[in-house]
């Protein structure tokens, strides 16, 4: 059995990146990770990590996964048959990686990322990216941009483990809207905060349940801002089970964001819950979805788009539930076990592909 090395952050670091790596190595044989110490991973490498700054644990990371890089270069025998990108700061291992081992980057979104935005950093990044053997995109648009540059690109999407979430029993739908992400300008929190307080006065029994980290700059500034009973700052919410239980439970979801890669986890797992979905209409959405079908779609960072589908959804209960069990059966086409097959079969390819070297 071929041997092969993911290289990333993974749970319990939060983010999309991070979850996709477990979950595709606990199905994959023979796969390892070389991640942080505290992973909830089976097969791995670890290496400390500051925990305290993002920035300086993502640098941190980088120069650590260098140092093993060199190891796996000065080693008499090949450890791996194959090595898997998937940190963005870690596309500079590329070229060196490349010396002795087969690689392939999978790219967990660019679109309105800095790097890719910047036109000094990009050719850096892109020169990077071309040295790989083969280049994954979970996002349909981010394919289209980078074959513009860049060949050998594939795309294998996010998925969602809707196999766990069956054998947990959902709790009574409440008047609830929940939204499930990071604090963070790119998730949009600040526009869905206002949305909820027009929304609110037409609607005074719902409630706004922001389930995330209560750190950073822009949550103290939100919560000092918001102050209402109707929102409640429940905080990160680490066990998957009771995650669920909230999602499940809610009236509606609601993924705000500015800019992601399609379709991202925490979208999917909205979907899985069975639970009405309302989602920025970003690059390549409509290419996965159909509005007012199995999501409905505004227009990102327009709070006004995103009032009027508040109201639209709580005007027709009856076409918001049948909205959220289309979502439900589209997940299941996203399940992390087809997703980890496919990811598989390309392993499988690439490396009896002895004209790859």
């Known amino acids: 059995m071929k041997k092969i090395l993911m290289m990333g952050l993974t749970p319990p670091v939060e983010g999309g990146s991070e979850r996709h790596i477990y979950e595709i190595s606990s199905r994959i044989p ?39 890089s060199i190891v796996l270069l000065i080693t008499p025998v090949k450890k791996y048959d194959l ?109 869905l905060l206002k ?45 998957r089970r009771i995650l669920f239980k909230e999602a499940s439970s809610s009236y509606l979801l609601v993924f705000p964001s500015i800019w992601e890669a399609l379709p991202w986890p925490a979208l999917l797992e909205g979907l899985g819950s069975g639970r009405p979905v309302i989602a920025s209409d970003l690059p390549g959405m409509r290419k996965i979805f159909k509005d007012n079908t199995n999501i409905v779609l505004v227009k990102p960072s327009s709070v006004e788009s995103l009032e009027k589908a508040l109201i639209a959804m709580a005007k027709s209960p009856k076409k918001a539930n049948q909205i959220g069990r289309n979502g439900k059966k589209t997940a299941k086409k996203y399940e992390w076990s087809k997703i980890a097959l496919e990811v598989q079969n390309l392993y499988n390819t690439f490396l009896s592909d002895k004209r790859v070297k």
Do not use: M
Not at 201 to 206: D, E, R
């Open 30 to 68: 023979e796969s390892f990770v070389f991640t942080q110490k505290n992973s909830i991973c089976q097969n791995k490498v670890t290496v400390p990590i500051y925990k305290k700054n993002n920035f300086f644990r993502n640098i941190l990371f980088l120069l650590t996964s260098f140092v093993y």
């Open 195 to 239: 949305a909820f307080q027009t929304f609110s006065k037409k609607y005074p029994s719902y409630n706004l349940q922001i389930i995330g980290k209560k750190e950073g700059n822009l949550y103290h500034e939100l919560k000092t801002k918001y102050k209402s009973d109707k929102i409640i700052w429940k905080g990160f919410v680490s066990d």
């Open 83 to 191: 090595i898997h990108i998937h940190e963005n700061l870690l596309y500079f291992l590329t070229p060196i990686l490349k010396l002795r081992y087969k690689v392939i980057i999978t790219v967990h979104g660019i679109s309105g990322f800095r790097f890719f935005d910047n036109k000094l950093i990009w050719p850096a990044f892109r020169y990077c990216l071309s040295r790989a053997n083969k280049i994954i995109s979970v996002s349909v648009a981010d394919v289209d941009n980078l074959k513009k540059e860049i060949e050998n690109i594939k795309y294998i999407p996010n998925g969602v483990d809707l196999e766990f979430y069956s054998k947990i029993k959902p709790l009574k739908v409440q008047k609830k809207i929940t939204f499930i992400g990071r604090i963070h300008k790119q998730k949009g929190t600040s526009n």
